[in-house]
């Protein structure tokens, strides 16, 4: 019997926990791994790659919390800890609600118990490069969603054997880096939030095949070079969300919809998608960015629905049909502090005093 080798996907980026602080004070605080690369990575390992995060994460609690996270979905942690190592950023979500009632977050990037900085990004270095290039042979796509020197040479590597690379911009890098990724990129994806648009996307000489720009409630656009010349831009509404709890995540889904559905043969697989496969491509991930915000936090629905519904309610949101996702809360069990490097080493306060607590790994 022939055994089923499934795709793979290698991604250097921000790889963070996320500290999620809900509308609702007495809810606990709860505990993900983040960052748009570890959240790609982690949708990707839920529908059925083999994904391998490319980090620096060390023993803080934070790095053990967002490693047992990730494992619980089947993420490969070889190369998650590459040296030199150091800590792994901690960011703060906090869900509110409008005058409107819909809900609306916003990120800190500092402990709200002391006050002090948390741990930052720090990219790969030149010292990964050589002990993970021989495990790039196969790998279908390399993602990257912040820029290094190290990150560029594994994605290069990574493209001479065939992987797409897809390529995130946060915001703006340095010229020489960008112009690098962009040349080096087949699929550039961004929010017109962030960037108006990406410069040299399209220019001769460059690998890009496809650009996206998501428009948050107007849809998303795109572009190809997939046919015999540059199209148009086209345009696809949104895919309307059964429930509005919080849109965090989104566009980490529909670009992890993207990759599922377009790239899993690397780059002859791209191509061979073609418009159509492309646009269906980005359809689907539109439907699991409109399923992601029917639950808090990035990832909120994989700790909530079974996957055979998942599955389910993505089939209906593509034909069109709205319907309730359920209600069922995320289970929080007993709490134990993600400490700040910056505190105190004393046991944390509780959340009406502000202090950073999180759920238990599972």
């Known amino acids: 019997m022939t055994s089923v080798v499934q795709p793979k ?48 994460m060390n023993g803080d609690p934070a790095s053990d919390r967002v490693r047992a996270d990730m494992a619980r979905w089947g993420v490969h942690l070889d190369w998650a800890s ?24 916003r990120f800190s990037w500092s402990c709200p118990h002391c006050g002090q900085w948390l741990p930052a990004f720090k990219a790969i270095t030149v010292a990964a490069v050589e002990a993970v290039k021989p495990a790039l042979t196969d790998a279908s796509v390399f993602f990257l969603d912040r820029l290094s020197r190290a990150t560029l040479t594994l994605a290069a590597e990574a493209s001479a054997r065939g992987a797409v690379v897809v390529f ?27 960037l108006a648009g990406v410069a040299g996307v399209m220019a001769e000489g460059s690998a890009t095949l496809l650009e996206v720009q998501t428009l948050g409630e107007h849809g998303l656009k795109y572009r190809h070079r997939l046919g015999e010349e540059l199209s148009n831009w086209v345009h696809l509404g ?35 998608a073609g418009p159509s496969g492309v646009e269906a491509a980005l359809r689907y991930g539109q439907a699991l960015a409109a399923w992601n915000c029917g639950f808090e936090g990035a990832r909120g629905g994989m700790y909530i629905v079974e996957r055979d519904t998942f599955e389910a309610q993505i089939s209906r949101l593509l034909r069109g049909e709205i319907e309730s996702l359920t209600d069922t809360p995320v289970m929080v069990e007993s709490t134990q502090p993600i400490a700040c490097p910056a505190c105190p080493p004393v046991a944390s306060k509780p959340r009406a005093s502000k202090g950073l607590r999180a759920e238990r790994a599972a």
């Open 82 to 105: 590459c040296a030199p190592t150091t800590h792994t950023p901690i960011i703060v979500q906090q869900i509110s609600r409008g005058r409107d009632g819909r809900p609306k977050h």
């Open 9 to 56: 996907i290698f991604g250097a980026g921000l790889i963070a926990l996320d500290l999620v602080m809900g509308p609702d004070p007495e809810t606990p605080v709860r505990s993900w791994a983040g960052g748009t690369c570890g959240n790609v990575l982690s949708i990707l390992a839920y529908l059925g790659w083999d994904a391998y995060p490319i980090a620096r």
């Open 168 to 194: 995130e911009p946060s915001g703006k890098a340095t010229d020489k880096l960008m112009a690098e990724a962009i040349a080096l990129a087949h699929v550039v994806k961004y929010a017109d939030e962030r």
């Open 238 to 272: 949104v895919v309307r969300a059964p429930r509005l709890a919080d849109t965090c995540g989104s566009g980490d889904w529909c670009t992890a919809g993207l990759i599922a559905k377009a790239a899993a043969g690397g780059q002859a697989g791209l191509r061979h």
